[in-house]
């Protein structure tokens, strides 16, 4: 088993900065593929930006590309979100993931069986 503990959320004003973190207990990711996803209310879970085991394999979301860094510290069993110039539209709570089956990521939802409770995330206008 795996255990997720996102931090880092919170209000900040549109184009300010947050940097997540998602802590892994349990089971050590090294490898794994890890994610991170969003789900703003009335709206489904979206990708955002996923990380293989090796950190070789960094997707990302069309909407955060270039403003949005992922990266992970496999000895700290722990990967990160550097979120950068944020929108209003990027309000959302943010999980993390993990897939044991895979060390690339994927960016679907069922692809992933570990997750997260997340951490909100606002931005204001």
């Known amino acids: 088993q795996v255990h997720l503990v996102e931090s880092g959320g919170g209000l900040v004003q549109a184009g300010g900065s947050l940097r997540l973190s998602c802590a892994a207990s349990g089971r050590t990711i090294s490898r794994a593929a890890m994610g991170w996803f969003r789900q703003a209310p009335g709206k489904e879970r979206e990708f955002v930006s996923g990380?293989?085991?090796?950190?070789?394999?960094?997707p990302y979301a069309d909407s955060v590309k270039g403003r949005f860094t992922i990266s992970r510290d496999n000895a700290k069993n722990t990967v990160y979100l550097q979120m950068n110039s944020l929108k209003p539209e990027d309000t959302a709570v943010y999980y993390c993931?993990?897939?044991?089956?895979?060390?690339?990521?994927?960016?679907?939802?069922?692809?992933?069986?570990?997750w997260g409770q997340g951490t909100q995330v606002t931005v204001s206008s």
């Open positions: 993931a993990v897939n044991t089956r895979r060390v690339v990521p994927g960016i679907r939802p069922y692809e992933y069986e570990y």
């Open positions: 990380i293989s085991w090796s950190g070789g394999s960094t």
